[in-house]
């Protein structure tokens, strides 16, 4: 192997890094102006997007411990997301999904808020579908385009280790932003205290029915004691008679000790059927905020001269291409060009015979 083989690599090295630099010095203006005047035009733009504000809130559920599990347990669990038999209903991810569920979205949708468009007057309110203008054939139609686009204003996140569940919502007026993510948690709030309450009471009427029926069969029990006894006056000088006495005696001692569970979870089924404390617990309240969220200017510029960027690159160089294949494959890019027209021709050809031009003699 020869000196001059082992430096023709490093030659056409060199030489494929001049190609490259000359391309891009030749073509400097499709390769650097070109996206210096999509990052212009896209930098432009965003000074006509509206700005946005994001109004954040955070609350953490009340977890309650099922089954005799410990607290402890519960949440290393709940972390790690498996279920030890507590309700699915106690769940932060629940509440992610509950939150842009429709019964929640059309709640807020129609509730009233101060008209920001308006200039914030004192009295002036309208509900959030008319503000957020989202269209529609009727009524329906209206509200279900609303939900589409309230839903995707509404960011929903939940941290596996403390449980924190956090809102955010965004609007273009800062204090509409604030008031839809408090009143989101406060319809949240609403929406499980219902459903516990309901829960608990079907609940209490289950309860209450068993303990009719553990009533009836505790007296029935302590009836057919009754019977015995009085049927056998003597029944401690027979074996037999002791044994039936024993069988009968527990059953009345089992259904006594059915009858006074029940009626324990009957009194606490009572309770929680009442209970209205919150299930939820806020820890920061939504307030009005005072910095736009976006359009992030400088990223839309950035994004748009990286995009325009690459695609200049492939401009340049296929130009480049195509005109080292018309210099040095001169026959074959004539040739090509031949063909070009003449589909082209045929094209044209084929347009005017299916759309005759008008010449203004048919009148």
Do not use: C
Not at 4 to 33: M, Q, T, Y
Not at 225 to 253: C, H, M, T
Not at 316 to 344: I, M, N, T
């Amino acid at each position: 192997m020869t000196a001059r083989s082992i430096a023709a690599p490093e030659f056409e090295d060199e030489r494929s890094v001049l190609d490259i630099l000359n391309v891009l010095l030749k073509r400097w203006r499709v390769v650097l102006g070109f996206p210096l005047l999509v990052a212009g035009v896209v930098l432009g733009i965003s000074f006509l997007v509206p700005p946005t504000f994001t109004a954040t809130a955070s609350f953490v559920p009340e977890m309650r411990s099922e089954g005799g599990l410990p607290g402890g347990l519960g949440a290393l669990a709940g972390q790690l997301g498996i279920s030890l038999g507590g309700e699915a209903s106690q769940s932060p991810r629940f509440y992610a999904e509950v939150t842009k569920s429709r019964g929640i979205l059309d709640r807020l949708l129609l509730s009233r808020y101060a008209d920001p468009r308006t200039g914030r007057q004192v009295g002036d309110s309208t509900t959030l579908l008319t503000i957020l203008r989202s269209g529609g054939r009727n009524g329906v139609d209206t509200l279900e385009r609303g939900a589409k686009k309230l839903a995707a204003l509404i960011a929903v996140g939940v941290d596996a280790q403390t449980n924190i569940v956090t809102l955010k919502v965004q609007s273009q007026y800062p204090e509409l932003a604030a008031a839809v993510a408090n009143k989101l948690v406060a319809y949240l709030n609403d929406f499980n205290t219902l459903s516990r309450q309901s829960q608990a009471r079907e609940r209490r009427k289950f309860t209450e029915q068993r303990v009719a029926a553990g009533e009836q069969e505790l007296r029935d029990a302590e009836e057919a004691l009754k019977r015995f006894y009085q049927a056998n006056r003597s029944w401690q000088q027979s074996p037999q008679l002791v044994f039936e006495e024993g069988q009968i005696r527990r059953q009345v001692d089992l259904r006594q000790e059915l009858y006074r569970t029940l009626r324990r979870e009957y009194e606490t089924a009572r309770i929680q059927e009442v209970n209205d404390t919150p299930v939820i617990t806020v820890i920061d309240e939504a307030v009005v905020p005072q910095r736009k969220s976006g359009p992030t200017k400088r990223l839309w510029a950035v994004v748009a001269f990286v995009v325009s960027g690459v695609f200049g690159l492939f401009l340049a160089f296929g130009a480049e291409y195509l005109e080292r294949a018309k210099r040095e494959q001169g026959e074959v890019y004539r040739d090509l060009a031949s063909q070009l027209g003449q589909v082209r021709r045929r094209m044209t050809n084929a347009a005017r015979s299916v759309f005759p031009p008008h010449t203004g003699k048919d009148r």
